[in-house]
């Protein structure tokens, strides 16, 4: 069983930035990838950013591309996501994910809220 403990969520004004993070209770590594998700209310649970441990290759849904920066540091079993320039249509739960061979956890969500 691995737990995701996701952080660094809040309000911020449109503009602004806020950094998330995810800390895995096992071993990010032994992932095939770790992403962070996004619901907004109303709305189905979409990506957000995905990011392959070993190798760092990442992936970006076209909303997010160049404000949103995913990293990952394996030896904290950590992964970020770096979110400026943010929006009020960025204001969701972001989940964080991790993507195993035999399953995927997730994480109990950070709320972002951004004003306009």
């Known amino acids: 069983q691995v737990q995701l403990v996701e952080s660094g969520g809040g309000l911020v004004q449109a503009g602004g930035s806020l950094r998330l993070s995810c800390a895995a209770s096992?071993?990010?590594?032994?992932?095939?990838?770790m992403g962070w998700y996004r619901q907004a209310p109303g709305k189905q649970r979409e990506l957000v950013a995905t990011?392959?441990?070993?190798?760092?290759?990442?992936n970006y849904a076209d909303s997010v591309k160049g404000r949103f920066t995913i990293s990952r540091d394996n030896a904290k079993n950590t992964v970020y996501l770096q979110m400026n320039s943010l929006k009020a249509e960025d204001t969701a739960v972001y989940f964080c994910?991790?993507?195993?061979?035999?399953?995927?956890?997730w994480g109990q969500g950070t709320q972002v809220t951004v004003s306009s």
């Open positions: 994910n991790a993507r195993y061979a035999y399953r995927d956890y």
């Open positions: 096992g071993s990010i590594a032994s992932t095939n990838a």
């Open positions: 990011i392959t441990p070993r190798f760092g290759v990442t």
